[in-house]
């Protein structure tokens, strides 16, 4: 079974700094996807970022960056120039990315609550 | 385009009664995926339905069931309820199982009492 750890339950950073949150996963798996996600107060769990596992290129979506290691089993999180919207607690996630009656069940790390101080 | 919405937002209730909540995917998704949110366990899975048939299910007790219809709604029901399914209950939708991207709602958080 795939399991995703995310050892830093807290995280703070100030505004306009940057901050990165690790991830660490365990799979016996070749192909699977990663992602982080992102859930504010609303609760409404908000993509972030996603990183295919064949593509050794690291993803980046405006701010967010990741830093994907694949050998190492770690996906990290970087957030840059912070912003006091980017406060809310981040899940990184696991999903296999077999085809046929593979199982596309999200698997979660248990989070990283994000505090931005102004 | 409308989300993906859950219904009820709230929901008390007490031991041993059972629940509904509904799910309504985003219009064309034909995938539901529901996960339980506590403190303690964090976010489980619990059950993924496409084209109203279950694809695959989690480690939870009999007590937790669901359904999806021809529209694509998804309801999940939880029978003889327990202190510990207290929880925000989460569903997300995807245009097809196996999309990579699941987008999900902003949760029931039922509570019992």
């Known amino acids: 079974a795939q399991t995703v750890t995310q050892s830093q339950p807290e995280m703070s950073v100030q505004e306009a700094e940057t901050v990165t949150l690790s991830c660490t996963y365990d799979?016996?798996?070749?192909?699977?996807?990663l992602f982080w996600y992102k859930q504010p107060p609303s609760r409404q769990m908000i993509l972030v970022i996603r990183?295919?596992?064949?593509?050794?290129q690291n993803a980046t979506e405006n701010r967010f960056s990741v830093n994907f290691q694949k050998a190492a089993k770690s996906f990290s999180l970087k957030i840059s120039d912070s912003q006091l919207g980017d406060a809310a607690m981040y899940f990184c996630?696991?999903?296999?990315?077999?085809?046929?009656?593979?199982?596309?069940?999200?698997?979660f790390g248990k989070g990283t609550l994000l505090t931005v101080n102004p | 385009k409308a989300g993906v919405t859950q219904t009820p937002r709230y929901l008390i209730k007490t031991r041993g009664q059972q629940v509904t909540l509904s799910c309504s995917p985003i219009s064309g998704h034909r995938s539901v995926s529901w996960y339980q949110q506590t403190p303690g366990q964090g976010l489980q899975f619990l059950f993924e339905?496409?084209?109203?048939?279950?694809?695959n299910k989690g480690n939870f007790p009999g007590r937790f069931s669901g359904r999806q219809f021809s529209n694509s709604r998804s309801e999940m029901n939880v029978s003889t309820l327990e202190l510990g399914d207290s929880a925000l209950y989460l569903c997300a939708s995807s245009l097809f199982a196996g999309t990579t991207e699941a987008f999900f709602g902003q949760g029931t958080r039922l509570t019992v009492v």
């Open positions: 996630a696991y999903r296999s990315g077999g085809s046929g009656g593979s199982n596309y069940k999200l698997t």
């Open positions: 339905y496409f084209s109203e048939t279950q694809r």
């Open positions: 990183q295919e596992a064949y593509k050794q």
């Open positions: 799979t016996s798996e070749s192909d699977y996807y």
